[in-house]
């Protein structure tokens, strides 16, 4: 049986990856209200305990976006290496930021952000998810249908869409 890490803040964490994908062992270290630095913190302690995953999924950021430290790509960029050195056989995916709907954030602000997690996801080998166009709707905005009334947290559908996108990387046709 393959093997998915899934690692990152409440977007990982309150979903249910395993009931999702059966047929891959699951490990979800999600993680809520958690920072990049937070994950760098612990990430470690992760490769510690998890054996030898096929595919580690990382979702990180957002919550530093939502409290405006946009200084987190040095450390993004530790995480991700970390997670190569620890698992070197494992596909290594660093998703992107979705957009949310948050009233103080800029239109760019999450745009921009995405570029840096990028080119930060590209040095360290990493294959960056890029799911932004995703999630948004015809407005170019954050499609209300994918998030929870708080603009952050994602809704039944939005993790469905997720869900749908992460099946084309365990299963590519």
Known sequence: MKKLLVIGDSLVEYYDWQARFPDWRVDNYGRSGETVQELL???????????????????????????????????????????????????????????????????????????????????????????YPAFLGADGLAERRFLLEDGVHLSGAGYARWAVLVEKLLFPA
Do not use: H
């Not at 991700?80 to 800029?106: E, H, I, T, Y």
């Open 41 to 131: 913190a612990r990430s470690r302690s992760v490769i510690a305990r998890v054996a030898d995953p096929d595919l580690v999924l990382v979702m990180s950021g957002i919550n530093n976006v939502a409290m405006e430290d946009f200084g987190f790509l040095p450390a993004y960029g530790q995480v991700l290496d970390n997670f190569r050195a620890g698992f070197p056989k494992a596909r290594l995916v660093a998703c992107s930021l979705l957009p949310v709907r948050l009233a103080w954030l800029a239109p760019t602000a999450l745009p921009r952000m995405n570029e840096g997690m990028k080119k930060v996801a590209e040095q360290a080998g990493a294959f960056f998810f890029d799911l």
